[in-house]
């Protein structure tokens, strides 16, 4: 099939797919009306794009690649990327991250979806995707990613009879462990009785972590505070021992989290070393999942630790925990793909859920061969997956 | 070959099943992935090159067949 990029000069306005640059900011205002926000302009869209390129981890200034597809002036299709770097063995790669992937309802099952993403990654190098529904996650298979699987959900009760009264056992697809927790979950759903039984589960997470490390040494502070000296030796510290992993340096930390107000908390693990991890805590929020009603979830967007020293990410949870119960949160997600991290969880006393979120991967140049996805150390920001729970 | 025999050999279900009214929006199995896969047999099968513009338009089976008549194309 003909056609690909117009350049920006084009004459014709057929259809075609457009990097975006100044002369598309009213289409893309434009499909992000019908997208995500009413309120978006263009003028709020081109400050977006600026504010976003001047902490482009891939050079300060450059502007993140944006995708449209138009049909004359109009927008149909929509791709935006996050540029970070990997780690993949010991050696560091550009990369981006899908994001923002969306085709007017009209024209989805058709040709928009398939070529808006053939055309990006003709531009792009080594492209990374947290993706849930199955429809992307074919086209992306389609054009070279790789499915890693999905990344596991456990979740931390922080106040168990508001959980409890809140759950609907009943619905579809939610999967809360085993049976007999399931059945424990619908006993303790009996009338009067939650009150009860979620004192007595609060009770028992207390007990099964009391012995465990603490959340001294963890303060919570604002992400800006952190110093990018100590994040930078920190990531060099922990990377030189993760086989694959986007890069969590102080470079990601400014774009990732500084840039986006006071959504997140920092939590930092500190001795007289200086920073021994650090953890992002995302603030509670309900969750949009109906099978959940109304129930209030913080998510564990980022955690850092070196692997071999599980007593700072041990503390660094409790800390996450002790936190998001303050600022109202009625359980925690966490979604780590790294194999040393489940232990940790399952001993604070997480539940495991069933996972919904893939990690997909293209790389350019080099082999993700032998890596699966229990070597990567991924968390629920990457690809700003956190932003859906 | 017919364009409702293509159809129904990409997207694996009986020819009878396939009309002028058969579409992206009746047809589970025609999703963004089958519409690609059609396009590029439609391309193979009847030796010409489609634009996005003719891609874009022909999510059933009616306006495959408007489209290749106006390239000229016989079945």
Redesign the interface.
């Known amino acids: 099939m003909s056609g690909s990029t117009a350049p920006a000069n084009a004459p014709h306005q057929a259809s075609r797919v457009v990097q975006v640059s100044e002369e598309h900011l009213e289409p893309l205002a434009e499909i992000i009306r019908l997208a995500w926000d009413p309120r978006a302009t263009a003028e709020g869209v081109g400050r977006a794009r600026q504010a976003a390129a001047a902490v482009n981890p891939h050079g300060e200034g450059v502007e993140v690649p944006t995708f449209l597809f138009l049909s004359g002036d109009r927008p149909l299709g929509h791709m935006t990327t996050i540029p970070v770097h990997l780690s993949v063995r010991g050696q560091r790669h550009p990369a981006h991250w899908f994001k923002g992937f969306w085709v007017v309802p009209e024209h989805r099952n058709g040709p928009v979806g398939f070529l808006l993403l053939k055309e990006a990654l003709r531009h792009l190098g080594t492209t990374l995707s947290t993706v849930v529904q199955p429809p992307p996650r074919r086209l992306f298979k389609s054009l070279g990613l790789s499915d890693f699987g999905q990344l596991p959900n456990f979740v931390r009760i922080l106040r168990p009879a508001r959980v409890l009264q809140r759950l609907d056992l009943g619905a579809n697809g939610l999967s809360i462990g085993p049976e007999w927790v399931r059945k424990g979950v619908a006993v303790a759903q009996l009338p009067g009785l939650a009150h009860l039984c979620g004192a007595a589960v609060g009770a028992g997470l207390k007990g099964l972590t009391l012995l465990q490390p603490s959340a001294r040494q963890v303060s919570a502070v604002a992400p800006q505070t952190i110093d990018p000296v100590e994040a930078d030796a920190l990531w060099a510290r922990v990377s030189a021992g993760l086989a694959a992993a986007p890069l969590r340096d102080f470079a990601h930390i400014r774009a990732r989290y500084i840039s986006k107000g006071d959504t997140y908390t920092a939590l930092l693990c500190r001795s007289g070393e200086g920073l021994d991890g650090f953890a992002m805590l995302r603030r509670p929020r309900e969750s949009g999942d109906g099978r959940l009603r109304g129930i209030r979830m913080a998510a564990l967007s980022d955690l850092l630790y070196p692997p071999d020293r599980p007593e700072i990410g041990l503390r660094l949870l409790a800390a996450a925990e002790r936190t998001a119960h303050d600022l109202g949160a009625d359980a925690l997600l966490c979604s780590p793909s790294h194999g040393s991290v489940p232990p940790l969880l399952r001993r604070r006393g997480y539940v495991r859920l069933g996972g919904n979120v893939h990690f997909m991967a293209r790389p350019d140049g080099y082999s993700l061969d032998g890596l699966d996805l229990a070597h990567w150390w991924l968390m629920r920001a990457d690809g700003e997956a956190d932003d859906a729970l | 070959m017919k364009p409702e025999m293509l159809v129904a050999q990409v997207f694996g279900v009986d020819e009878d099943e396939v009309g002028d009214d058969t579409s ?2 009746n047809l589970p199995a ?7 896969t059609l ?2 047999e439609i ?1 193979s099968s009847f030796g010409v ?5 003719e ?2 338009t022909m ?1 059933n089976v009616s306006m495959i067949k408007e489209v290749l008549e106006q390239r000229g194309v016989r079945w």
Not at chain 2, 30 to 36: A, I, L, V
């Open positions: 992206n929006k025609w999703d963004s992935m089958g519409h690609m396009i590029m391309e090159n489609l634009s996005m513009d891609a874009l999510t």
